[in-house]
């Protein structure tokens, strides 16, 4: 059976982390887990349980930093497949080893990509167009594992692995992300963006999901309304196929052209 490894980047994720570990445990074989400085008992938790093979402290904000930090903390650990998700993520409660395990046993898949969605509270989950058009991309990932593989590092907004070539499936795995359901701790997060980006202020206020249409969680995966609504959110995702390829063309323009004119400048001197 294929070596799964989770990794974890966490600061004060009391609120979570009984709900989470209960989540991830029946899931994968490891967990690896860097801590950015927890002061309200979540290390602590972590470390006491038993599928927490490895953790580290560090201190002051910087994801990419800690990111490729418990990268090479799972990589000591030998897997044959890695997973990231936050500490406020949660898969839906039907999944279960054996779906993962199917998913791994493809051997010309390197990549799977899983949908979030942004509740609001307990039971609903928003529905807005924009949200919606959000929830239709697949911006959680699993990967086989790589020497390739890295975090970019950046002090903040290093969301995803790079450098992991080959086939990417996306899938219909769902997950929770409830880190907008406590206002206590969208005010502490938007806090600390704010100190190191603080000309993002609108993208701060949109994570309290203000006058967002309501939609209600239904946990039952073959329930024909949790169907429907997969299928309208790999339509919204092929709606976006064109301007998604006319941005990717125009990004590898760019970088062909400043690197054109990097080496024109280098002969010139």
């Known amino acids: 059976m294929p070596k799964l490894i989770v990794m974890l980047r966490v600061k004060d994720g009391i609120f979570f982390v ?56 799972a990589r000591k650990r030998n897997p044959d497949w890695c997973l990231w998700i936050d500490i406020d993520e949660i898969f839906e409660p039907e999944l279960t080893r054996a779906d993962f395990d199917r998913l791994m046993e493809r051997k010309v898949v390197n990549k799977y990509g899983f949908r979030r969605f942004h509740f609001i509270d307990r039971e609903y989950f928003a529905g807005s167009k924009s949200r919606l058009h959000y929830s239709s991309g697949h911006d959680r990932l699993m990967w086989r594992e790589s020497a390739k593989g890295y975090f970019e590092d950046f002090i903040i907004d290093s969301p995803n692995v790079k450098g992991i070539k080959g086939l990417r499936i996306n899938t219909d795995f769902r997950l929770k992300h409830l880190g907008y359901i406590n206002k ?21 206020q949109e994570m309290y999901l203000r006058n ?29 196929l064109l301007p998604r390829g006319i941005n990717k063309a125009v990004s590898i323009i760019k970088k062909v052209l400043k690197k054109t004119h990097l080496q024109k400048t280098v002969k010139a001197k």
């Not at 709900?19 to 927890?38: H, M, Q, R």
């Not at 701790?185 to 603080?198: F, G, T």
């Open 18 to 73: 009984d709900e989470w570990l209960e989540n991830v445990e029946k899931l994968v074989d490891e967990i690896v887990v860097v801590d950015n400085g927890s002061t309200d008992g979540t290390y602590e938790v972590l470390k006491a349980h038993p599928k927490v093979v490895d953790i580290v402290r560090t201190e002051g904000f910087n994801e990419g930093r800690d990111k490729n930090l418990v990268y090479a903390m």
């Open 184 to 204: 206590d701790i969208v005010d502490k997060k938007a806090e600390i963006y704010r100190a190191i980006i603080p000309e993002k202020e609108g993208t701060f």
């Open 212 to 240: 967002e249409r309501k939609i209600k969680w239904i946990d039952k995966r073959s329930s024909l309304k949790v169907r429907k609504l997969n299928w309208l959110l790999t339509y919204l995702r092929f709606t976006t």
